[in-house]
């Protein structure tokens, strides 16, 4: 049995949904919430005579991270994927208004709680998106988990960590963006459309799904790291992203705030100037946008140690009018 | 005739029944794997179990299977479900030992 010392060194892509789950937060502390023994089991995929799970691919609960208490939704890959059906997605939402309630307590018995003492809420994303067998109820999961992340705004942070095997792509990458904070290592993968997909719809031609550099390099957390679709990456151990979500939880809400991507006209407009940036810089490859960022010898960043890729990568600048973050 | 899971039951009984102490998760249902719930439950030193699987045809594998577990282990006045999805007997073995071993574990 792995112990919660174990996880802190144990990979953070070869983890399962409960061992990220219970390692992220402080030892122990960890609280699951309708977990397998509550058998939330999928009502439809019986219906097709598909496999089903005790917790539907999710694991859902509470801890704590220096006494400040840490709800967390784990999505499961090795289960369809990690795809989000209704009740997965519910265990999600569920998570967040949870999170969000306990919020609105707080604040009500302590009128002057710091902004830095109250619950935060934690994705592990590890998902292709929309659970297809269950395709209605699965999107409408996604909208009313973006429903609850805008509720939660200025009040509860909601942090994106990404660093599992699937990556983190269709609806669930438009969550993740929607997010506070996102924090990935090098093999955290985030997007829309998938690898495998783009190649089906478009070709080999457009994209080779089997070229691992290519869909890392495309995808993977350096890039989203360079393009500031991820605020922070960080080594692949769980105690990394523990380490860096408790540096995440000291800043203040404003702090928080300017983190996000998106979210504000500026935010946009940023986005919009890096989209036009696509249209005049043509890239042919990732490497060509990690060049425009300032990397001379963009080549170089491929093969580097997360530790030396942040010592010397330099990234994309804030692109909103007149102004840099 | 529509596809449909698969509700399995079987029943054993060990000759000397070992209860368990604490009721026990384990496992992840991906691709050719399984998981289980091991549940203490008075069943006269009975295990019963409940297999849910979309496989069709493995009966007798599974009740030689799940029958040879009881037999090394011992375990009695359990109720054990097991959610699978494709794992082939010998994964099946496997982690319901590997459980039995978390089960020790957390009794330590």
């Known amino acids: ?325 | 005739m529509a596809k449909q899971l698969l509700k399995l039951n079987f029943e054993f009984k060990a000759e000397q029944p070992m209860p368990i102490k604490e009721s026990l998760h384990y496992g992840v249902v991906g691709s050719g794997d399984m998981e289980v719930i091991i549940e203490k439950k008075d069943l006269a030193g009975k295990a019963k179990f409940q297999v849910v699987t979309p496989v069709v045809g493995y009966d007798q594998v599974w009740e030689k299977v799940l029958g040879r577990f009881i037999d090394e282990s011992n375990l009695g006045n359990i109720s054990v479900e097991i959610n699978d999805n494709n794992a082939t007997p010998e994964v099946v073995s496997i982690r319901l030992r590997q459980a039995l071993a978390e089960l020790a574990a957390m009794k330590a």
């Open chain 1, 1 to 325: 049995m792995k112990t919660w010392v174990d996880l802190q060194t144990d990979s953070f892509l070869d983890a399962n949904a409960r061992q990220r789950a219970i390692g992220l937060v402080d030892e122990g502390s960890f609280t699951e919430l309708a977990g397998p023994m509550d058998r939330l089991q999928s009502p439809h995929l019986p219906l097709l005579g598909e496999a089903v799970e005790f917790d539907d691919g999710i694991v859902t609960g509470v801890g704590l991270i220096a006494k400040r208490a840490v709800f967390i939704a784990s999505q499961e890959g090795r289960f369809i994927g990690g795809a989000v059906g209704e009740v997965h997605g519910a265990k999600m939402v569920a998570t967040l208004k949870l999170a969000l309630d306990s919020y609105e307590k707080m604040k009500k018995d302590n009128p002057s709680l710091p902004d830095n003492r109250g619950p935060v809420a934690v994705i592990s994303f590890e998902t292709g998106g929309v659970r297809l067998h269950e395709s209605n109820a699965g999107l409408l999961a996604h909208a009313e988990v973006v429903d609850q992340i805008q509720k939660c705004r200025g009040k509860v942070p909601v942090i994106a960590v990404i660093g599992s095997k699937v990556g983190c792509f269709g609806g669930m990458g438009f969550v993740a963006a929607q997010t506070d904070v996102s924090i990935m290592s090098p093999f955290g993968r985030l997007g829309l459309t998938g690898p495998e997909v783009i190649e089906q719809e478009m070709g080999k031609d457009e994209f080779d799904s089997s070229d691992r550099s290519l869909v890392y390099r495309t995808t993977g957390g350096k890039h989203k790291y360079i393009l500031g679709d991820a605020n922070y990456l960080v080594e692949d151990s769980i105690g990394s992203f523990r380490q860096k979500l408790s540096e995440v939880l000291s800043l203040s809400q404003d702090e928080i705030n300017a983190h996000r991507r998106i979210g504000s006209l500026r935010l946009v407009e940023n986005q919009l100037n890096k989209v036009r940036l696509s249209i005049t810089l043509k890239p042919k490859d990732s490497k060509d946008v990690w060049k425009y960022a300032g990397n001379d010898n963009p080549e170089s960043l491929v093969d580097l140690s997360t530790s030396d890729f942040l010592s010397v990568a330099r990234r994309l600048k804030f692109m909103a009018a007149n102004e840099e973050v």
